[in-house]
């Protein structure tokens, strides 16, 4: 989560909400800072405490901040409204990869292969209907045009006015998906599926209004039919064989619209299609939705970013090669699925199998507490904390290829939560790890090595 300040001698700056846990007088306090890269930590630009029950952030400190009190106030609580909507939907805000200043990683324009291209609407609604032409509407069910936006995009259509370029993504069998306009082609289908009835219409109203595409009786007028089926659509179309950082910068640049995609989604658009199949299944299997309490929201692909973060680390695993995780959890899951994309062969059969039965041996090994921080003072039926990715990763990677009839005869129901807990309380390094920029590397093989302890792998 962002929030852009007016920063002495940097101008508008996105700034990262990070939470921390400082000194304020002689107690402990949960609060949250604000910093732009992990050597902020220690001296953030400002330090918020946050009140629930007010729906607002308590400045405690702040430096180099150069915003008007009236705008901060609104910003900040604008901010706290975020934090308590992403807290209640169990958002867990540690999970960030802080980078150190100016860690960007430039690359070939060369590199950069992008295709102009134009097609027919008509030529558009086919590759749609033969599934040549992906519009992914997983990831983008919930941002919908309503009746009368799609009816006056029709009606720019029907008067011959150009659109705006459209761009897709083409992957190594020849499959395009929607990267940007996918509003517009979903509101130009229902229109040729003659689902869309034509309605206030601005220059056409006498004409076209309460007209269909094709249905009898209330079709559209023949030339306006004609110029419909033909009118030629701009397209940017991303080769398969730019490099996989190029992609992503490329995608990152054209998704500034009203809700940009996020990491995963853009991966989704980049992955083939049985990476994206299998993510989804594993993403929504009774297993997972058992472990995890049904807490992880698929909407924006966070549950199928989590079951993509088993799978990664699950591959190091096995090669004994976790200490090549380099802390950018972005990119490693970026290249790892490019990895994927090129692995024709990987056995997804054996790794949904594995998933699958780490999610039951947590459930029995922690149940409903899977995955999650707990305490020593943990009771069973008590409070749930928000699941932990690091807690999930290392755990579910560790369980996957144990027998689940063996743990049972070693271990009892739920036996590992107060184990776990004791863990948490006594092992400072492992708190921070769960606790503090918790995809950072040092972080990830402390978690790995404290679950191989508790099961004595």
Known sequence: MQIALNLKGYGETKLIVYPHSVLIGEDKQETYVLVYAK?????PFMTLALDEKKGKFEVVS?????EDYETLMNKLDDLALRVIEA?????????????????EKPYNPDQIRVESKTFSIRLIYDMINSGDLDLSPDFQRNVVWDGFRKS?????ILLRIPLPMFYFSQD??????????????????EFMDNKLVLKGLEYLSNTCDD???????????????????????????IDPQSPAKVKYDIFKRLNTGGRPLNAQELRNCLSRNQIRLTLK?????????????NSISDVRMDAQELVLRFLYFRFQYKKGALDRYDGNMDEELNLFIELLNS???FNFDEYEKAFENAMNIAYYLFGRHAFRKVNSKTSYYGARSIVNKALFVSWAVVLSDLDINIVKRKFETNCLVPVLGNCIDNDDDYFKALSYGTNGKANILKAFEIAKKILNL
């Open 39 to 43: 050597d902020d930590l220690d001296n």
């Open 62 to 66: 702040q430096h180099d901040v150069q």
């Open 87 to 103: 807290n209640q939907h169990g958002v867990d805000l540690s999970d960030v990869t802080l980078s150190k200043k100016g860690l």
């Open 152 to 156: 006056r995009l029709i009606e720019s």
């Open 172 to 189: 190594e069998e020849g499959k395009l998906f929607v990267v940007d306009g996918l509003q517009r082609l979903t509101a130009i289908k």
């Open 211 to 237: 007209k269909t595409y094709s249905l009898a009786g209330r079709k559209i007028e023949d030339k306006y039919f004609r110029w419909f089926n033909m009118t030629q659509l701009s397209v940017n179309v």
């Open 281 to 293: 299944k594993l993403a929504h299997s009774d297993a997972f939705l058992k472990a995890t309490g």
């Open 343 to 345: 692995e024709l062969d």
